[in-house]
């Protein structure tokens, strides 16, 4: 349990987050090692006689077990039998001694042979074969396909009603489930047979998902490599729902070929229980979603009494999840802290409307610190959908948007105030066909009433959302606008529609974001205390009433009364993206500003004693030059 003087973990009502851990004492063990000489799932799982299989250990393992699982590849899905019956009864899932476990949602294959009678050129034709290509042709073994074969079904799952075909590719939608690997390393799925000989390192499917056929880089020969096909949904999760008071510990989860949600299905899964533990594990290249935590799906009846989240994900790596990195539905008391969350979103499956690093929905009283969350690919890092209350965010990284629209969303919560505070948000791309910008020459845009809202790339964007406050956060280096919000009035929740007011800017540092730092909808909501560097001419912003407002700080604070205390200062800020540096000169000092009543530590979790700070994350930066490392799940030194 955290100590009561923990300031990260107030909540924006006042509150302690409601930390349930409490230390184990096991009263059995079970060995799991399939590399023993003597394994084997009749055994009695002692450390001399271990079992062969994790799931053999997963039918028999009670209330306070502890599986202990040896080194080694184990090519099977994890079924829990039971769940513990509270915080000091837990059933545990380990690594033994940190050896290195893994888990895999895949079989290798190695009956490559010629692949003939297919055309390689585009038409009805046959085109010239390019010198040297080479591709491959494999026969699925049906034994290893047993119940579920991902390479018959496509990405998305049932519900698509969400889907607008008229804006998006739907060939990742359409593409199959299954994935091929070749050392390692994913292979890229190309929708049509032809297509193999215009790229090498791609596979296709045949219609009945019974063959594959491979093209490897530089025309190679699939004997001098591994090569790996999925052919399991999911490496850890119950066929039951509601099994609680589980945890996971220190496992490799790799290959799942889980499709596009909702539902929610991950690699890892807590299918509708609560009260898990998954720390110190590695979930790698999911097809879909990495991480489920909470009702799986809003198709689901909410049982009488049911608890959803209660789950603590910590110090996890999960990466190249090809939709959500962590994914949860109505989920009250999460704790996401110290993860590392890398490359969501290679599908390009974003306006499915389930695609980020995290994504949660009705999320009430949670925690998401420290975690460093970085390079999605085309969506959100974290998106808070709907209905969310007295959530806290804090000192966390959001890094590299790749052609993303936003790092943060927040999407129509109205009811309670949630807290964004302490983060460093640098970098979005923006996600927009730019084609499509309209040439304003000579002065041929200077008479518009509003803008164009086709451009796009923002720190945070709100759709429908009041009361968010936002304090001493770093927010740089986006496309468009650093903060975007707008109405959404006829989108009707909990009686109302979303107003965009009541929303508290206190403390931040804005720095070169491409036309605004602030762009709000209307002049209901509070600002003050924030600097701003390195901005363009008419860098706050304020869209209705038409005509809408560009101004600068000084006409911001005259016209709207916002930013009394707020300054524009000269400085620069480069962050190295390789390890997680950033140094900053400051050619002026920063101003004081008054210490948010609500936040009284910065992103390094340092104390603010006095009632006086300098805006953004890093207190008591003054004019200088400083180094340091900005890994949130470090204490970092000052090099400079």
């Given amino acids: 349990m955290a100590p009561q003087t923990d300031l990260t973990a107030v909540l924006p009502d006042g509150q302690m987050f409601q930390f349930w851990e409490k230390e184990q004492e096991y009263e059995r063990e079970i060995h799991v090692n399939s590399q023993h000489p003597l394994a084997s799932d009749v055994n009695e799982g002692t450390i001399d006689r271990p079992l062969k299989t994790i799931n053999a250990a997963a039918q028999i393992a009670t209330p306070g077990t502890r599986v202990l699982i040896h080194a080694g590849t184990y090519r099977e899905t994890v079924h829990p039998a039971m769940g513990g019956t ?117 596979y296709w499917v045949e219609a009945n998902g019974q063959k594959v056929h491979i093209r490897l880089a530089g025309d190679a020969d699939p004997s001098d490599h591994v090569i790996e096909v999925t052919n399991r949904e999911q490496c850890f999760a119950p066929k039951i729902p509601f099994l609680s008071y589980i945890k996971v510990k220190g496992l490799i989860l790799a290959h799942a070929a889980t499709g596009a949600p909702v539902p929610q299905r991950g690699a890892l899964s807590c299918y509708r229980g609560h009260h898990w533990i998954i720390e110190d594990c590695v979930v790698d290249w999911a097809n879909g979603v990495g991480i489920d935590c909470g009702n799986e799906c809003w198709h689901h009846t909410l049982e009488e009494g049911q608890i959803l989240g209660y789950t603590i994900i910590r110090r996890n790596l999960i990466r190249d999840a090809g939709v959500c990195g962590i994914a949860g539905m109505w989920v009250s008391n999460m704790l996401i802290e110290d993860n590392l969350i890398a490359g969501t979103g290679w599908q390009r499956m974003e306006l499915s409307w389930e695609a980020g690093g995290i994504k949660l929905h009705n999320s009430v009283n949670s925690l998401i610190r420290r975690n460093v969350i970085r390079d999605c690919y085309g969506c959100d890092a974290l998106w808070l959908d709907v209905g969310n209350v007295n959530n806290r965010i804090t000192s966390n990284l959001f890094l590299n948007g790749i052609e993303s629209r936003e790092h943060i969303f927040i999407e129509c919560t109205r009811d309670s105030e949630n807290l964004i505070d302490n983060n460093i948000i640098w970098n979005v791309e923006g996600r927009y066909n730019k084609d499509l910008l309209p040439d304003e020459p000579g002065s041929s845009g200077w008479y518009k009433t509003r803008e164009l809202d086709l451009k796009n790339g923002y720190g945070i964007y709100l759709e429908g959302t009041d009361r968010l406050r936002m304090v001493n956060n770093l927010i740089g280096k986006c496309h468009k606008a650093g903060f975007f919000a707008k109405v959404v009035a006829f989108r009707i929740s909990r009686k109302r529609g979303g107003t965009s007011r009541e929303n508290k800017f206190f403390n931040n540092l804005f720095y070169d974001c491409g036309e605004a730092a602030i762009i709000l909808p209307n002049e209901h909501n509070y600002v003050d205390g924030n600097v701003y560097a390195k901005m363009p001419g008419g860098y706050l912003r304020v869209m209705y009433p038409e005509p809408e407002m560009c101004l600068d700080l000084e006409t911001w604070q005259e016209f709207c ?80």
Avoid at 86 to 93: A, N, V
Avoid at 148 to 175: I, S
């Fill in 561 to 640: 009364g916002f930013d009394k205390t707020g300054a524009v200062c000269d400085l620069a800020i480069e962050v190295n993206s390789d390890d997680l540096t950033m140094e900053i000169t400051i050619n002026q000092e920063l101003p004081l500003v008054a210490v948010d009543q609500k936040v009284r530590t910065d992103y390094f979790a340092n104390i603010l004693d006095g009632d006086l700070t300098t805006a953004g994350p890093f207190h008591g930066l003054t004019s200088s030059k400083y180094k340091f490392n900005i890994d949130p799940r470090k204490k970092p030194g000052n090099e400079g």
């Fill in 86 to 202: 509270g915080p000091d009864r837990m059933i545990s899932y380990e690594a033994y001694q940190g050896e290195e476990v893994i888990i895999k949602a895949s079989v290798e294959v190695k009956d490559f042979r010629p692949s003939v009678g297919w055309r390689v050129g585009r038409g009805f034709r046959r085109g010239q074969v390019p010198e040297g290509l080479k591709i491959w042709e494999i026969e699925l073994n049906p034994e290893d396909f047993k119940g579920y074969n991902p390479f018959c079904a496509v990405n998305v799952l049932h519900d698509r009603l969400y889907l607008e075909y008229d804006k998006t590719d739907m060939t990742p939608y359409l593409n199959r489930r299954g994935m091929v690997f070749v050392d390692g390393k994913p292979m890229q799925q190309v929708p049509l047979y032809y297509m193999l000989g215009e790229k090498d390192n791609t």
